[in-house]
């Protein structure tokens, strides 16, 4: 009996070391830049004048067990029409360690009506963008 628990005992053990070592082991840090471009087709009615400022704001954020890195942009674009595009750019470059697989991504959009204001929030997330590449992520914006 005690020959069985020798031979079950050992590999335990040395899969339990095996795994604590692993665990005390610093996590390797990751450098990674790209761009998220941000594609808003902005979609409003009449309760929004032509000519009013619409405010865009968009971020992005990686995230690693080291530390959380965000980016952000805003920009202020007058109503052309009930539709229009507007690109915001999220140029990045983060340090993470044991970076997170999906890169949440938070835009707002907010203007003044003939009734008061008018806001949007939406949220998504996407892959991690490959090191040195180009992203574009389309959001409808319906003010």
Request: proline share 7%; aromatic share 2%; charged share 10%.
């Given at each position: 009996?005690?020959?069985?628990?020798?031979s079950?005992?050992?590999?335990?053990?040395?899969?339990?070391?095996?795994l604590?070592?692993?665990?005390?082991a610093?996590?390797e840090?990751?450098t990674?830049?790209?761009?998220?471009?941000v594609?808003?087709a902005?979609t409003?009615?009449?309760?929004?004048?032509?000519?009013?400022s619409?405010?865009?704001?968009a971020?992005?954020?990686g995230?690693g067990t080291?530390?959380s890195q965000?980016?952000q942009?805003?920009t202020?674009t007058?109503?052309?029409?009930?539709?229009?595009r507007?690109?915001?750019t999220l140029?990045?470059k983060?340090?993470?360690?044991s970076?997170q697989?999906r890169?949440p991504?938070?835009?707002?959009a907010?203007?003044p009506?003939?009734?008061?204001s008018?806001?949007?929030?939406?949220?998504?997330?996407?892959?991690m963008?490959?090191?040195?590449?180009?992203?574009?992520?389309?959001?409808?914006v319906?003010?």
């Amino acid at each position: 009996m005690r020959a069985g628990m020798k031979s079950f005992a050992a590999p335990l053990l040395a899969t339990l070391v095996g795994l604590a070592a692993a665990s005390s082991a610093p996590a390797e840090t990751t450098t990674a830049s790209a761009t998220i471009k941000v594609v808003c087709a902005i979609t409003t009615d009449d309760s929004i004048p032509a000519g009013t400022s619409i405010s865009l704001s968009a971020q992005a954020q990686g995230a690693g067990t080291n530390v959380s890195q965000t980016v952000q942009t805003t920009t202020v674009t007058a109503k052309a029409g009930s539709s229009q595009r507007v690109v915001l750019t999220l140029p990045y470059k983060w340090v993470l360690a044991s970076p997170q697989a999906r890169v949440p991504i938070f835009l707002s959009a907010s203007a003044p009506t003939t009734s008061g204001s008018g806001s949007v929030g939406t949220n998504l997330a996407i892959p991690m963008p490959a090191d040195g590449s180009v992203v574009t992520v389309s959001i409808p914006v319906r003010l």
